[in-house]
C-alpha cells in the first residue's frame, strides 16, 4: 500500500477550474484513480491513468473537462478540472494500485471541492 494526500481543493466559481494533486509516499509506479463523493451520494469513478501515463479512462460526464495526468519522478497523480460546474461539488479523493493489478489498494483522505457563485 501507499499514502495519499490529496490537495488543490477549494472554492471555485461556475465555469473556473482547479488543479487537484495526489502525492503518493512509499510504493512508486502505481495506477491512480480519481474519485469523488457528493453529498447523500455514493463514491463514483471520474479517471484513472495506468503506472506508465500511456493509458486513461474517464467517466462520461467528465470527459472533455478533466485530465487526468502523472508525474512519476515526483510519485504524483494530478486532476486539472476545467469548466467546472455546481454539479461538480464533492469531495474529490484520490486511490491507488500496485502496477499489475487493476484493483484499489489505498485512498486518501479527499479534498472538498466546492464550485459555487
Known amino acids: 500500500q501507499v499514502q495519499l494526500v490529496e490537495s488543490g481543493g477549494g472554492l471555485v466559481q461556475p465555469g473556473g477550474s482547479l488543479r487537484l494533486s495526489c502525492a503518493a509516499s512509499?510504493?512508486?509506479?502505481?495506477?491512480y484513480g480519481w474519485f469523488r463523493q457528493a453529498p447523500g451520494k455514493g463514491r463514483e469513478f471520474i479517471a484513472r491513468?495506468?503506472?506508465?501515463?500511456?493509458?486513461?479512462q474517464y467517466a462520461d460526464f467528465v470527459k472533455g473537462r478533466f485530465t487526468i495526468s502523472r508525474d512519476n519522478a515526483k510519485n504524483t497523480a494530478y486532476l486539472q478540472m476545467n469548466s467546472l460546474k455546481p454539479e461538480d461539488t464533492a469531495v474529490y479523493y484520490c486511490?491507488?494500485?500496485?502496477?499489475?493489478?487493476?484493483?484499489?489498494?489505498?485512498w486518501g483522505r479527499g479534498t472538498q471541492v466546492t464550485v459555487s457563485s
Open positions: 486511490a491507488a494500485g500496485g502496477r499489475y493489478t487493476a484493483d484499489f489498494d489505498s
Open positions: 512509499g510504493r512508486t509506479l502505481n495506477h
Open positions: 491513468i495506468n503506472w506508465s501515463g500511456v493509458i486513461t
